[in-house]
Each structure stands twice: as C-alpha cells, then as structure tokens.
T-cell receptor, first 112, second 115 residues
Framework: DGGITQSPKYLFRKEGQNVTLSCEQN?????MYWYRQDPGQGLRLIYY???????QKGDIAEGYSVSREKKESFPLTVTSAQKNPTAFYLC???????????FGPGTRLTVL | AQSVTQPDIHITVSEGASLELRCNYS??????LFWYVQSPGQGLQLLLK??????LVQGIKGFEAEFKRSQSSFNLRKPSVHWSDAAEYFC?????????????FGGGTRVLVKP
C-alpha cells in the first residue's frame, strides 16, 4: 500500500541534543512538507521541498534543518537552537497542483 | 496575509444530532479548500475538497461542505453524528498558483460527542 511513514512514533531527547525525525513516502510525490502541531494552534509549516535537492523555509524554520537527497525521503532535524522543540510533528506530501496533501501518522517529540 | 479562521475551538454535540463546523478564510485570490479530520495522536485524513464546480461537495463518512464565495466560508456539515466522529477537524486553504502548493490551516475545532 502506498503511504507516508514517520518514525519513531515517540521520541525523547535531552535538552541540547539534536534529533532527526524520519519521513518516507512511496506515493511518488514530488512535494513534501514538515509541520509542527501544538495544542490549539493548528498546523504550522516548518520546511517544504518541491523537488530533490531543493527546499524552502516555511513560517517557523528557525531551529530546524532538512535535506532532500531522495524523492522518497525528507528528514527533519530539530537542532539545539530550537527554543521549544516539544511538539507533535507531521510530514505530508502531494502530487501538486490543486490536490490534497497526504499526511503521515506523526512523531511526538518530548525534550526533557 | 492569508488566514483561515475556525471560530469554534470546541463543540459538543449529542449522538444523532446534526453538526456544523465553521471555516472562514481571507485570501486575495481564488482558493481551493479542504477539510481534514484528526483522531488523537494520529495524522490528518482528508474528508473532502473543493476546487471548482458545484459549491456543495460530498465527502467521506457522510460529511458535506458548502463553499460560499460571498461569505468567504467553507462550512462542514453532517446530518447525524456518530460517536466515532469525535475528533479534531481542520479547515485548510490553498491559493491557486501559489508557490510550493502550500496550505494554510485553521486552528482546528475539537468535536465531543455525547451519548
């Protein structure tokens, strides 16, 4: 079955450590996205990529980094510069145009 | 700047009663619109979408939504709610020809279903 996988489901890290969240899709979608979700704030865009080896900052990119070396993969690194990294992180992809974004199951990151 | 507003943070509805969730947007161009549903700790699932044509769109799980351009609204409705409809609902708006096919999401409405 085609879809988006995110791993791990839950992640715990100590303050000051970088951590990388995985996102893989087998939908053959060109565009991929990372969102952060906090209670009562909806989804906020961190980074997005429309094509391999290219990506753009979203609304809240500070303290995050990404790479897009393969079409299927769009990992997100939460760096120690991110002031408040504890959140639910969602990855999404789309074929583009006016089509919907498909979402992965999310990763809940807790920084202790 | 573009924005999407879901005025109701929480809605409580009795099982079997009707449900309407409001969504208003502020965009300078023709939008395309989505409603997603999220169960706790899960990703988002698409309920329905509107791009053009008939302004009343049907979705999965018995949901429908109506696009009203004059009111900049895209409200979601269900005639009879089931306990399994308890979830959080997000309205999202994209702008035609926007760079990156980005979507702007509303803050969400959490629906509680009373037995």
């Amino acid at each position: 079955d085609g879809g988006i996988t995110q791993s791990p489901k839950y992640l715990f890290r100590k303050e000051g450590q970088n951590v990388t969240l995985s996102c893989e899709q087998n939908l053959n979608h060109d565009a991929m996205y990372w969102y952060r979700q906090d209670p009562g704030q909806g989804l906020r865009l961190i980074y997005y990529s429309q094509i391999v080896n290219d990506f753009q900052k979203g609304d809240i990119a500070e303290g995050y980094s990404v790479s897009r070396e393969k079409k299927e993969s769009f990992p997100l690194t939460v760096t120690s510069a991110q002031k408040n990294p504890t959140a639910f992180y969602l990855c999404a992809s789309t074929i583009g145009g006016y089509n919907e974004q498909f979402f992965g199951p999310g990763t809940r990151l807790t920084v202790l | 700047a573009q924005s999407v507003t879901q005025p109701d943070i929480h809605i409580t509805v009795s099982e079997g009663a009707s449900l309407e969730l409001r969504c208003n947007y502020s965009y300078g161009a023709t939008p395309y619109l989505f409603w997603y549903v999220q169960s706790p700790g899960q990703g988002l699932q698409l309920l329905l979408k509107y791009f053009s044509g008939d302004t009343l769109v049907q979705g999965i799980k018995g949901f429908e939504a109506e696009f009203k351009r004059s009111q900049s609204s895209f409200n979601l409705r269900k005639p009879s709610v089931h306990w399994s409809d308890a979830a959080e609902y997000f309205c999202a708006v994209g702008m035609i020809k926007a760079a990156g096919n980005k979507l702007t999401f509303g803050g969400g409405t959490r629906v509680l279903v009373k037995p």
